[in-house]
């Protein structure tokens, strides 16, 4: 595929002369994928697409905004002239602004992933699995995915800016199961970030996958935790579920005016924490998973404050959002593709270190759960519920740390864990994945340090 850099983007500049506000978003991605399974490779797919998106905003009457969106497959300028004229159908017209010099981010990396063999890649999946296999007892399943993706994107809008970007990503994930006398335990661990192949040097593999079967085994013998209401301490090896799907979500603008947010709607300047706690949103990390130079509808990526110092700042906005209140972009405006309209969305959320050792919380600790890696969860948005599995928890007793154990939820409410919390350490530890909302999923991570809940359910078994 020829670069987006040589298309003449004044070419379409003409499509966007609709509504309030319009724009083009033009992609060009491919990817490559390896499952193992089983001691052998059960899929490996590679694929490539392009296309572009066409989205105009437009105000009618009471301040309501419609979004117009379709898309067509290939750079086409024919094809995305018909789709305007269809799209914009009906729809008062205003003359776009000429696009100005591009500003262009391409992202740097070591080694292109894609220039290095599929069968490389397998063999390197197929070491690992007989490594984990003969060093660890029990197990039974080992699945490993490998996946690599590249994205070149230009975002051109009717004010004549004019942005392309280019990203390109890596991540790894390691299953591993163990199994003793019909008892099966999982283990799992993942890396990811935006970096070449490298990454598998910066970021071993093989200790991710026998972190994950060590966590298998060490659960079959694990006591199941006791269930009912205790303090609770999230390490910083936790990485950042809880601060992104109870709170982060709730902090999304859409969520907000929908009305599905009301535990922050409406208290902008109101303390919704203790004084010593921030969260910021923060795209410009560099190599992070959920980083980006900017968004997906061309606005600058920079640090957003959400919480600061105990107090509600800001929200997470993206154009659509920002225009129902009349104000700008924080650039928070995501999508998973040119087929997809964009969402005001978390990128690198985090809650910044304090000032207490993270040593003496756990220390200080006189009977409770340590946790020190979350699973899965659902969390309701509207009500701010949430039930989060534990991966890794150990029962903690006069400061110390007795002995793991398996089979624990945490149950609560976001906002109301988030006022809760009262001790905050200095450290920082961070998770990747893939956020869903909505029909799309983008890359994020998200972090926090060590924090001590004084109250919370645990769902387990009764003593």
């Known amino acids: 595929m020829p670069p987006l850099a040589a298309l003449r983007f004044s070419d379409w500049t003409p499509m966007l002369n609709g509504g309030e506000y319009g724009e083009a978003y033009f992609e060009q991605s491919r990817g490559a994928s390896i499952d193992f399974e089983d001691g052998r490779v059960t899929e490996m797919s590679s694929g490539s697409d392009q296309g572009v998106g066409l989205r ?4 009618g009457p009471g301040d309501a905004i419609e979004t117009i969106h379709g898309s067509v497959n290939g750079l086409d300028r024919a094809e995305s002239g018909a789709l305007a004229d269809r799209l914009l159908r009906g729809v008062p017209r205003r003359a776009p602004a000429p696009p100005r010099p591009a500003e262009a981010f391409r992202q740097e990396y070591l080694r292109d992933p894609f220039a290095v063999p599929m069968e490389e890649k397998a063999a390197l999946l197929s070491r690992i699995d007989r490594a984990v296999r003969s060093e660890f007892p029990h197990i039974s399943q080992v699945h490993l995915t490998y996946g690599e993706r590249s994205k070149r994107f230009a975002v051109l809008d009717s004010d004549g800016n004019l942005r392309l970007g280019e990203r ?4 790894f994930i390691a299953g591993v199961t163990a199994n003793k ?10 890396i990811g970030g935006l970096k070449g192949y490298e990454m598998l040097l910066d970021f071993d593999p093989l200790r991710a996958a026998r972190k994950a079967a060590r966590a298998a085994v060490e659960k079959l013998s694990a006591p199941v935790a006791p269930a009912g209401e205790m303090p609770v301490i999230l390490a910083a090896s936790a990485g950042g579920t809880f601060v992104h799907e109870a709170i982060g979500h709730g902090l999304e603008a859409d969520h907000v005016q929908e009305g599905t947010s009301p535990h922050f709607a409406g208290r902008i300047g109101q303390l919704v924490a203790n004084p010593f706690l921030t969260i910021v949103d923060d795209p410009t990390l560099p190599f992070s998973r959920g980083s ?10 920079r640090p957003t404050p959400l919480v600061q110092e105990g107090r509600l700042r800001e929200f997470l906005y993206d154009r659509l959002t920002a225009m129902k209140e009349r104000r700008g972009s924080n650039g928070h405006g995501r999508r998973e593709s040119f087929r997809h309209r964009p969402l005001p969305r978390m990128s690198n959320l985090y809650i910044a270190p304090g000032q207490d050792d993270p040593r003496r919380i756990v220390r200080e600790l006189e009977r409770g759960l340590l946790v020190c890696k979350m699973g899965g969860g659902e969390v309701n948005t509207a009500t701010g519920e949430f039930v989060f599995g534990v991966e890794e928890g150990y029962w903690v007793e006069g400061g110390k740390i007795r002995h793991r154990v398996r089979d624990a939820n945490l149950l609560g409410v976001g906002p109301e864990v988030l006022r809760s919390i009262d001790r905050l350490g200095w450290d920082i530890g961070w998770g990747v994945g893939t956020c869903g909302k909505r029909g799309q999923g983008v890359p994020v991570s998200d972090g926090q340090p060590t924090l001590r809940i004084p109250k919370l359910l645990i769902g387990g078994r009764k003593p």
């Open 168 to 171: 390109v990503s890596i991540l």
């Open 56 to 59: 105009y905003l437009v105000r």
């Open 181 to 190: 006398d019909g008892l099966l335990q999982t283990g799992y661990e993942v």
């Open 292 to 301: 980006y130079a900017f968004d997906d509808e061309g606005c600058p990526a």
